[in-house]
């Protein structure tokens, strides 16, 4: 594209964005408000952040999203980076049917994505509670009987955990994919030829080549996880609650200010973080640069 | 060599055979069953009732859509001609707000929209009702927008936004230079460079932000019970109260949820014929 800048972009840019933030800059203000209100302002208080720090329910809400997010996030790059290898390794038949298959989760609305694992959790969640309630077993050991029984599951963390990882390996394999696409094929063969086993062909050839692609990977995917409501709403049970579920319950008795002050304290260390990582990279592009000329 | 590499991704097939097309077996099933699991079409023709909420939900939808389209295209472009650090930071404007989570957003949004909200609280600083009740004789003291239709489109082009702005984005960004040259040396003005070869080159990135907002927007049910006040329920709602809510029947909300995902295929159906090799800009 041409650059050509005028005020009338930069104006529709700054309408835009205002129109973006101005929802995210009300609610920060009004948690240093002093008041239970986020429409009255009664002064600056720094209470409802003591307030955070008292309230169980939500900081044990945060702590699951940010738990079950970094968690889902680990395993979806390591899954997703070893299933990319294998798919791109198999043949145009049998790749093409799982990349429809994995881009079923993006695509599909989070309801029915939600919907699909609560029906599919709750039978074999009810099959294995049948199970564990009929078949007990007696173990005969060193005279004592011990007996076996299987514990009576729910819905609950794990297969919140389940489905967050289910909905991340998709984007970390589109990620990685176009990295492996990219990589000299003969690399490998080469490295093979040269008394490489496969093992370390993987950790010497193919793994250096890809890891752009499984750095910047798990940013997308844990953003997601964090954001998530609807999937987790459905996947989590009653017992479990992330901090968007405990959002979307209040909202119906009324959101407290510790939610603006907990948001704000996560947007600001986000913005931080993401700060750091830029200025680093535009360091890089620019020592890139300089190497060049 | 090869084929042994590919047995890596076992692991994954498993899982996605597990957790991703097992659940979807079981959404048919369930569509297809009622409640002693006898086949039935039932729960389709007793769609036929919903056809209120049908309609609304994608009457919305479309909006929003559009109108998604519509600041986002000029968005996007307007981006897309600044410089390289603007973009940067433009970029990460975009993303950012994704990191307050949706639900909190709206709610601040329901805040400013609500009858004594800032919206309405501006109008009546700047006098806009008593110069409405001194024409009309009329008594407004605000706007009701909480409950309205408005509402939630606002609600939705709000949430979704920088889901049509990103794979627009990041076509127009890899647009070659050279062919608008090209274009123009050619003789055509700048309206005919636009039609003819900007917009086509960019029609993959439109499809994919059409999808990627039209689909959440038409499934949503969070926005529309917040800034709807209630009534303007829409799918999402009613799949939510089969499962969860108070008219538990996961048959029929098997059987809309079905329907749903029929329409998720036929987008992504004519997604595959225009924008042929274009996964990339499905992602971002």
């Given at each position: 594209m041409k650059k050509k800048t005028n005020l009338g972009n930069r104006l529709l840019i700054g309408i835009v964005f205002f129109f973006l933030y101005a929802p995210i800059l009300l609610l920060i203000f009004f948690s240093f408000n002093d008041a239970n209100s986020s429409v009255i302002w009664q002064g600056f208080s720094l209470r409802w952040y003591t307030k955070l720090f008292q309230n169980q329910l939500i900081i044990q809400s945060v702590y699951n999203t940010l738990l079950v997010s970094a968690l889902a996030t680990i395993i979806a790059t390591i899954v997703g980076t070893f299933s990319a290898i294998g798919l791109y390794s198999m043949r145009r038949k049998f790749r093409n049917p799982l990349m429809t298959v994995n881009s079923i989760p993006m695509m599909n609305a989070d309801i029915v994505t939600g919907v699909a694992m609560c029906l599919f959790f709750v039978a074999v969640l009810g099959g294995w509670n049948y199970l564990a309630v009929n078949y007990r077993f007696t173990v005969n050991l060193f005279g004592a009987v011990y007996r076996i029984t299987f514990p009576q599951l729910s819905l609950g963390f794990g297969t919140l955990l389940i489905a967050h990882i289910t909905f991340n390996i998709p984007y970390v394999i589109l990620s990685v994919s176009p990295k492996l696409r990219q990589m000299d094929k003969n690399l490998v063969d080469a490295a093979q030829d040269l008394g490489c086993t496969w093992v370390q062909a993987f950790f010497k050839v193919i793994l250096p080549e890809i890891m752009p692609g499984i750095v910047s990977g798990p940013l997308i995917p844990f953003t997601i996880s964090v954001d998530d409501f609807v999937i987790s709403y459905f996947t989590a049970g009653s017992a479990t609650s992330t901090l968007a579920m405990q959002i979307y319950s209040m909202t119906k008795k009324g959101v407290t200010p510790e939610i603006n002050a907990v948001s704000t304290i996560l947007f600001v260390v986000v913005l931080v973080l993401l700060i750091i990582v830029n200025v680093r990279e535009i360091r890089a592009e620019k020592a890139a640069a300089k190497r060049v000329y | 060599?090869?084929?042994?590499?590919?047995?890596?991704?076992?692991?994954?097939?498993?899982?996605?055979?597990?957790?991703?097309?097992?659940?979807?077996?079981?959404?048919?099933?369930?569509?297809?069953?009622?409640?002693?699991?006898?086949?039935?079409?039932?729960?389709?023709?007793?769609?036929?009732?919903?056809?209120?909420?049908?309609?609304?939900?994608?009457?919305?939808?479309?909006?929003?859509?559009?109108?998604?389209?519509?600041?986002?295209?000029?968005?996007?472009?307007?981006?897309?001609?600044?410089?390289?650090?603007?973009?940067?930071?433009?970029?990460?404007?975009?993303?950012?707000?994704?990191?307050?989570?949706?639900?909190?957003?709206?709610?601040?949004?329901?805040?400013?929209?609500?009858?004594?909200?800032?919206?309405?609280?501006?109008?009546?600083?700047?006098?806009?009702?008593?110069?409405?009740?001194?024409?009309?004789?009329?008594?407004?003291?605000?706007?009701?927008?909480?409950?309205?239709?408005?509402?939630?489109?606002?609600?939705?082009?709000?949430?979704?936004?920088?889901?049509?702005?990103?794979?627009?984005?990041?076509?127009?960004?890899?647009?070659?230079?050279?062919?608008?040259?090209?274009?123009?040396?050619?003789?055509?003005?700048?309206?005919?460079?636009?039609?003819?070869?900007?917009?086509?080159?960019?029609?993959?990135?439109?499809?994919?932000?059409?999808?990627?907002?039209?689909?959440?927007?038409?499934?949503?049910?969070?926005?529309?019970?917040?800034?709807?006040?209630?009534?303007?329920?829409?799918?999402?709602?009613?799949?939510?109260?089969?499962?969860?809510?108070?008219?538990?029947?996961?048959?029929?909300?098997?059987?809309?949820?079905?329907?749903?995902?029929?329409?998720?295929?036929?987008?992504?159906?004519?997604?595959?014929?225009?924008?042929?090799?274009?996964?990339?800009?499905v992602m971002l």
């Open positions: - | 060599m090869k084929n042994k590499r590919s047995l890596l991704a076992i692991p994954y097939v498993g899982w996605m055979a597990l957790f991703v097309v097992a659940p979807i077996v079981m959404v048919v099933i369930y569509a297809f069953t009622t409640a002693d699991f006898s086949v039935t079409g039932e729960n389709f023709t007793r769609m036929g009732t919903f056809t209120v909420i049908f309609t609304r939900s994608f009457k919305l939808a479309i909006i929003a859509t559009l109108v998604c389209l519509l600041i986002g295209y000029p968005l996007s472009y307007a981006m897309a001609r600044e410089g390289k650090g603007f973009q940067r930071v433009a970029m990460l404007l975009i993303m950012l707000p994704m990191w307050v989570n949706f639900l909190l957003r709206t709610y601040s949004m329901m805040s400013i929209m609500e009858n004594n909200g800032l919206i309405n609280q501006f109008f009546a600083a700047i006098g806009l009702f008593d110069l409405i009740n001194g024409i009309f004789g009329t008594d407004i003291q605000y706007f009701k927008m909480i409950g309205t239709q408005g509402a939630v489109v606002v609600g939705m082009v709000y949430n979704y936004l920088p889901f049509m702005v990103l794979p627009i984005y990041s076509t127009l960004i890899k647009m070659d230079n050279t062919l608008l040259e090209a274009a123009r040396d050619l003789g055509a003005d700048s309206a005919a460079v636009f039609r003819k070869v900007i917009l086509p080159l960019s029609l993959p990135g439109i499809l994919s932000g059409v999808t990627m907002v039209f689909v959440p927007s038409v499934s949503t049910f969070a926005i529309s019970r917040l800034l709807g006040g209630g009534i303007q329920m829409l799918l999402g709602d009613l799949i939510e109260q089969q499962f969860l809510g108070g008219a538990y029947n996961p048959h029929l909300g098997s059987a809309i949820a079905l329907v749903m995902m029929v329409i998720v295929v036929a987008c992504m159906w004519v997604m595959n014929r225009f924008g042929e090799g274009e996964e990339q800009a």
